[in-house]
């Protein structure tokens, strides 16, 4: 028996589930879930409330203690689970924080990682494709007519692969959108993914709280003018 969605889109961000973890809308909501710490309830990440599958490649980190990883373990999958796109679904468990899903979790989060770290000229081979493909192997949408109009519905055969078929149908749905949307932080150290949702598409940095990424590189700009307008010291001086 399969699953079947009860929701037609997946895009549309879900209502926080009481207690759960807010879907982050602006880096002050990220410091506050930051400040929980890893030891705490809330998402420990830097970056949260990108698209699904950005959200996936954010699970891995790092900072000035070191690498993270939010999928270390079946709590970690917990957490990120409660406060991401697919939180809905997790609210009414079609997903869930067990061992099954968060190898898929993983499995989808590598798979994710070759395609979206390739970019035209340069795709990725067809293992990496083959790899991706293979999340979307056990789903397909089924569209219908109902009393409330058309719908469209998410079979998934395996509710444990439920997750790697969402992250991997919400990467095509990215990809059909704008590609040149998805970006990775200027900041070569930093690594996180977003989806530049700004109007002249000129975003560049994370803006993750507590990475400084955008900050940093202001901070440069600035030495930089200010270096360039000083004037020349006196050649007697
Ligand atoms: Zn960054």
Redesign the pocket.
């Known amino acids: 028996m399969g699953l079947t969605s009860r929701t037609p889109t997946e895009a549309a961000p879900p209502d926080p589930a009481p207690g759960a973890v807010a879907v982050a809308g602006t880096a002050g909501a990220a410091r506050a879930r930051a400040a929980d710490g890893p030891e705490g309830g809330g998402d420990p990440r830097?970056?949260t409330g990108e698209p699904l599958c950005l959200d996936l490649l954010n699970t891995r980190w790092h900072d000035r203690h070191g690498h993270h990883d939010l999928l270390a373990g079946t709590d970690g999958l917990a957490r990120w689970l409660a406060g991401s796109r697919a939180a809905h679904r997790y609210r009414d468990g079609d997903l869930r924080a067990d061992a099954a899903t968060l190898a898929v979790a993983r499995q989808a989060r590598s798979a994710l990682a070759v395609v979206a770290g390739r970019r035209p000229p340069d795709p990725p081979d067809p293992a990496a494709l083959d790899a991706f493909n293979r999340l979307l192997e056990p789903g397909r949408i089924r569209r219908l007519l109902t009393p409330a109009g058309p719908v469209e519905r998410t079979d998934v055969a395996d509710p444990a692969r439920l997750l790697g078929w969402l992250a991997a149908a919400d990467y095509l749905t990215l990809l059909a959108g704008d590609p040149g949307r998805i970006r990775?932080?200027?900041?070569p150290?930093?690594?996180?993914y977003f989806l530049d949702t700004s109007r002249n598409g000129s975003r560049r940095?994370?803006?993750?709280a507590g990475?400084?990424?955008?900050n940093r590189a202001k901070a440069a700009r600035h030495y930089a003018r200010r270096t360039r307008s000083a004037p020349l010291p006196h050649p007697s001086a």
């Open positions: 830097p970056l990775t932080c200027a900041d150290s930093c690594g996180l940095w994370c803006a993750g990475t400084g990424c955008g």
